[in-house]
Structure formats: C-alpha cells, structure tokens
C-alpha cells in the first residue's frame, strides 16, 4: 500500500528520522534492534520483544504521520522503560493488565512531550489505547495495582491486540492496548543476551541524557527516571534465586529403583534436586551501612524459607573476606540474629570467588551487595551471581544479573 509516493518500508523509515530529528535524546535507543514492516496477518498492529519492533502493513497504512511517529515512539519506549524484563513477574500473574499498565504508563509521556505541537498523535485507530490523566507520575507496578484483572497469567503469549493468541481486554474507561508485547520471546533470550541488550539500553540512556542536557530539552527528565528506574528489588532478589535454585524433583533409568530389580523389572528411580549452597557476599566498605546489611540478611532468610537450601554461606569483605559464615539446616532461619559483620578497608570483589575456590565451597548461586566502586575488577565467578549494586547506577558487572537499588528504597 501507498501514501503518496512512499511504501510502508519509506514511511516507517521517514517517521525515525523525523523523531530523530525532533528528540536527538532518543536517536542512541532508535538504532538498538530491528525495525521491520511485516506482512503476517498474526500481528495485526505492531509488537517489541524488547529490542527489535515489527508493524503491520495494512496497520501502518491506516495511519497518517503523525500516528506513525506516535505508534514508533511508543514500542521505543516500551523499550527505553525495559518494559519486557523489568515486569516478567507482573505478566505472568496477569498479562493482560501488564500490557494496559505498561501502555498506560508511556502513552501518557508520549502525549505530554509530542502531541503538544502535532508531531506525534494519539489520535484515529490509535484513540482507544490505554490513555488515563489519573496514572500521571506512577510506575507500571502502581498503574498494575489499580487497573481491574485481565484475562490471567502470561500463559497466552504476547497479549495485546490479541494477535499472540489472547483476547482484547478492555478497562472500565473500554481502552485498550493497540500494540503487542512479545513477552514470550524476551522470556527466552539467553542471559547473555539480556545482560547485552540492558547495556545497550543503559548506555543508550547515558547518551540520551547527555545529548538532552546539551540542547536544552525537556525530554531529559525522563532519562534521568530512566538512569535511576525503580523496581521491586526484592521480587527481583527471590525471582533470581528460585529461578536459579529451585529444586526439581525427576526420575532416572541412571540409577534403577531397586524395589523392582528382584522383579527383573527395569523402573527409574526418583532424584530429588535440592539446593545444597547458597551464597550471600557483602561489601564491608562505601555506602553499605548497618541498616542495608541488615536488611539484606533478613530478606536473605526470607528467601531461603521458599527454596531450602542445605547450607547458607555467608561472607563479609573488602580487599580481603573479612568474615565468613556457614549456616546449616534450621540454623539459617537464625541467620539474621546472628551474623556478625566485619570489615571496613578497601574494595576488591575479587577476593570473594578466590576464598570459595581455595575453600572449596560450591555455591549454586551467589548474591553480591556492593556499592560497585571497585579497584580489582569484577573477578572470576564459576556460578550464576546476581550483583546488587547501591546507589550506583553506572556500575556494569561483565558477569552475571545486575539489580541497581537506591539506598531510599532499602527500608
């Protein structure tokens, strides 16, 4: 189909550069993924998985410019907010009120820095989307917690305009999604993958933020929400341990179940997986605190009542480990009455993964808190860490999952 002269592939690509043009804030984060007009019928308006978008033909043919541009800014957006990981664990309590809060949330930026002048309208097929002036300020996680139920958990797949396989819902107000959200496909991004992709985006942001305070736009203020974005930090802390940890219960012809073998019948026997070790390493220097410590430990405890570990390992460094503690079986429950921090030098991480190799302790995960100012690097881990780093937005471990927590938060 035509407007004009242009084909959909032209009029996608003009709508870009014209943003670009208008919020060079926003160019960093337009060349992350892929941008493609797609003909399959499946997805009938537009979707992101995160990092690349693909629109609907015959939907961007319905749309003049200006629609476009808004319809483009708004899967950029839900890029930019990192909508598709930060909010897993919404989508898969109810993915449809995931997708409306999250359409919520960016539509309203949308209109408050474009529509003012025309450049980027809400307006045609796109009218009916999630737009409410009573959810101006709130995160998705706050939108989520006042919009009615959706049609459950995340189960259907993208959700939306129901071309992943689940309903249109709508609202009191009738609005609606008018895009997809391909969750499933950033379900199954490898965490090298996720770990590249949030780095793009956070230096992206970095860039955006510069660019924005360089021309004097209004738009950096939502980059610098961005640099410091807020979530749940201990949904995400038990997230990451059950989806490392969580014992699975099996059956195995490795080993036969001997109460058949006098039977000479060949059954399997069950294997039940544990979690033998968990790990937990605290930085004893910088901003860490009593109180953060504390909390860290108390949740930690917490945690570990859900997955049962077998022992509980607990460090306390700076440029060395300065304390070490080992609970086992109902001693960790008492872990956070009776750990004893110590330490206070320097900062060097690496330090922690050489003491667990010389002392031949196995983690099956590790928990680092740290304020992420090091001297020695990041050190050599050969199991699965989650960094928890305060007040330290820039900080960017080369291994594994990264949770950046303001210290107001930890209350």
């Not at 259907?156 to 819902?169: A, I, K």
């Amino acid at each position: 189909m035509f407007l004009g002269n242009l084909t959909e592939e032209q009029r996608l690509s003009k709508a870009v550069v014209k943003i670009m043009d208008k919020a060079p804030y926003l160019s960093a984060v337009l060349m992350i993924g892929r941008r493609e007009i797609t003909d399959n019928p499946k997805h009938r308006t537009a979707y992101t998985n995160g990092k690349d978008e693909f629109y609907n033909r015959v939907f961007v043919a319905s749309l003049n410019d200006a629609e476009l541009r808004f319809l483009v800014l708004h899967e950029v957006y839900h890029k930019l907010f990192k909508h598709l990981t930060t909010w897993k664990h919404l989508w898969e309590k109810d993915a449809d009120r995931t997708n409306r809060a999250a359409d919520h949330v960016i539509n309203i930026k949308i209109v408050d820095e474009f529509s003012q002048d025309g450049f980027a309208t809400m307006t045609g097929v796109l009218e009916g989307g999630c737009y409410d002036r009573q959810y101006v300020g709130m995160s998705t996680q706050e939108v989520f917690n006042l919009l009615p139920p959706g049609n459950g958990g995340g189960d259907g797949g993208r959700g939306g305009d129901g071309g992943g396989g689940v309903s249109q819902p709508t609202n009191e107000q009738g609005q609606q999604p008018f895009d997809d959200h391909d969750w499933e496909a950033a379900k199954e991004m490898t965490e090298e993958d996720k770990r590249e992709l949030e780095r793009d985006i956070d230096e992206a942001v970095r860039q955006g933020s510069t660019i924005a305070g360089k021309v004097g736009s209004g738009g950096n203020r939502d980059l610098d929400e961005l640099l410091k974005t807020k979530v749940d930090w201990r949904q995400a802390l038990r997230e990451f341990v059950q989806n490392t940890c969580t014992g699975k219960d099996f059956s195995t012809f490795k080993r036969l179940n001997r109460r058949y073998i006098s039977k000479r019948i060949a059954m399997p026997s069950g294997v039940q997986e544990t979690v033998t070790c968990l790990a937990e390493h605290n930085d004893m220097s910088g901003s860490i605190g009593a109180r953060e410590q504390q909390i860290m430990i108390s949740e930690l405890a917490a945690i570990c009542e859900q997955v049962k570990p077998d022992e509980l390992h607990v460090s306390y460094w700076d440029t060395q480990v300065c304390g070490y503690e080992k609970y086992v079986g109902a001693e960790i429950a008492d872990v956070a009455s009776k750990t004893k921090p110590v330490g206070g030098g320097g900062t060097d991480v690496t330090c922690v993964p050489e003491y667990l190799k010389q002392h031949k302790i196995e983690p099956q995960a590790s928990i680092v808190f740290t304020d992420g100012h090091l001297y020695g690097g990041w050190g050599e881990w050969d199991h699965p860490v989650l960094w928890v780093i305060v007040d330290n937005p820039n900080a960017t471990p080369d291994h594994g999952a990264v949770l950046h927590v303001d210290s107001e938060d930890i209350q």
